[in-house]
């Protein structure tokens, strides 16, 4: 069965660093590209960059640019969205999603969301 | 790039017919034909239901259907069943995703 699996829900404190995880199986990791979305709660989805884990190729949407890090380890087909500092308005629904090849303007498996809430 | 404008809420009776629009620019929705569809029920992920305006991947139900005249497109869901009561995206694709502000679907 094609997969995405995310790693459980997280609360944190502003200013802290996370690292939430993503992890493929059923199918070929590298040749796929990976997505993360964001849902803030009660809104709408926001893209928010994608990750070629065949070479790390990584792009970013304009408005989550420098405030997070996208990344994969192809070795255990995973990737992963990073923050250095939390913010509360931080606190969403993270989506991971897999871009599909014959649709290739669309994500075709979505993981289950990490759940983020960042309150002091 | 803005959000692609959707429609707050539709709705409809079991067995109709219903049209959710999704208007964008010429940058976006109107040059490509990069227009796809998610189905979102309360507390879980997305699902992807049309690809490419018109396309339906396997195992989505041939009740949906998509299509897309200038800087509009439109997703038509006919034979309105209970079960498709949720929230729904549509999106474009140029070189980065954009997503509509969503739309819910009450069946009545």
């Known amino acids: 069965e094609v997969q995405l699996v995310q790693s459980g829900a997280e609360v944190k404190k502003p200013g802290e660093s996370l690292k939430i995880s993503c992890k493929g199986s059923?199918?070929?990791?590298?040749?796929?590209?990976i997505g993360w979305v964001r849902q803030m709660p009660g809104k709408g989805l926001e893209w928010m960059g994608i990750i070629y884990p065949g070479d790390s190729d990584t792009r970013y949407s304009p408005s989550f640019q420098g405030q997070v890090t996208i990344s994969a380890d192809k070795s255990i087909s995973t990737a992963y969205l990073q923050w250095s500092s939390l913010k509360a308005s931080d606190t969403a629904m993270y989506y991971c999603?897999?871009?599909?090849?014959?649709?290739?303007?669309?994500?075709?498996?979505w993981g289950q969301g990490t759940m983020v809430t960042v309150s002091s | 790039q803005s959000a692609l404008t959707q429609p707050a809420s539709v709705s409809g009776s079991p067995g109709q017919s219903i049209t959710i629009s999704c208007t964008g620019t010429s940058s976006d929705v109107g040059g490509y034909n990069y227009v796809s569809w998610y189905q979102q029920h309360p507390g879980k992920a997305p699902k992807l239901m049309i690809y490419?305006?018109?396309n339906r991947p396997s195992g989505v139900s041939n009740r949906f259907s998509g299509s897309k005249s200038g800087n509009t497109a439109s997703l038509t869901i006919s034979g309105l069943q209970a079960e498709d009561e949720a929230d729904y995206y549509c999106s474009s694709y140029t070189s980065r995703w954009v997503f509509g502000g969503g739309t819910k679907l009450t069946v009545l």
């Open positions: 999603a897999r871009r599909g090849i014959a649709a290739a303007d669309a994500f075709d498996i």
């Open positions: 490419d305006v018109s």
């Open positions: 059923g199918y070929s990791f590298t040749s796929y590209w």
